[in-house]
C-alpha cells in the first residue's frame, strides 16, 4: 500500500508543483489539512481511475438491486389484483 503523507493547506500552496509531481512519480497518496483537520487528499491518478470505477460498479450494482425490487414489488401488486378477483368471482 502506498504511504500516507500529511501537508498543511498553507504548505501545499507553495509547493503544490512538487508535491503533485512527487505523487505521480511515487505513488505516495497526500492528506492535506487544513487547522489539524482533514480537508482532502491528493492520490495518483491510477488510484482515482480505481475509485472511479468502484463507483461506477457500485451504481451498476444498486441499480440492478432497485431493478429486482421492482420486478419484485410488481409480482405483487399482480398477485394481489389476482387474489381480488378470485374474491370477486367468488
Same mark, same amino acid.
Given at each position: 500500500?502506498? +504511504? %500516507?503523507?500529511?501537508?498543511? %493547506?498553507?504548505? %501545499?500552496?507553495?509547493?503544490?508543483?512538487?508535491?503533485?509531481?512527487?505523487? &505521480?512519480?511515487?505513488? &505516495?497518496?497526500?492528506?492535506?489539512?487544513?487547522?489539524?483537520?482533514? %480537508?482532502?487528499?491528493?492520490?495518483?491518478?491510477?488510484?482515482?481511475?480505481?475509485?472511479?470505477? +468502484?463507483? +461506477?460498479?457500485?451504481?451498476?450494482?444498486?441499480?440492478?438491486?432497485?431493478?429486482?425490487?421492482?420486478?419484485?414489488?410488481?409480482?405483487?401488486?399482480?398477485?394481489? +389484483?389476482?387474489?381480488?378477483?378470485?374474491?370477486?368471482?367468488?
Amino acid at each position: 500500500m502506498a +504511504a %500516507l503523507i500529511s501537508i498543511t %493547506l498553507s504548505k %501545499l500552496r507553495r509547493r503544490l508543483g512538487h508535491v503533485a509531481s512527487r505523487v &505521480n512519480h511515487t505513488g &505516495n497518496r497526500v492528506r492535506i489539512l487544513s487547522h489539524g483537520k482533514n %480537508l482532502a487528499a491528493l492520490v495518483p491518478i491510477s488510484d482515482y481511475v480505481a475509485l472511479e470505477e +468502484a463507483d +461506477a460498479k457500485s451504481l451498476q450494482y444498486k441499480e440492478y438491486q432497485m431493478a429486482e425490487q421492482m420486478q419484485r414489488w410488481s409480482e405483487i401488486k399482480k398477485n394481489i +389484483a389476482l387474489e381480488r378477483e378470485r374474491e370477486r368471482d367468488v
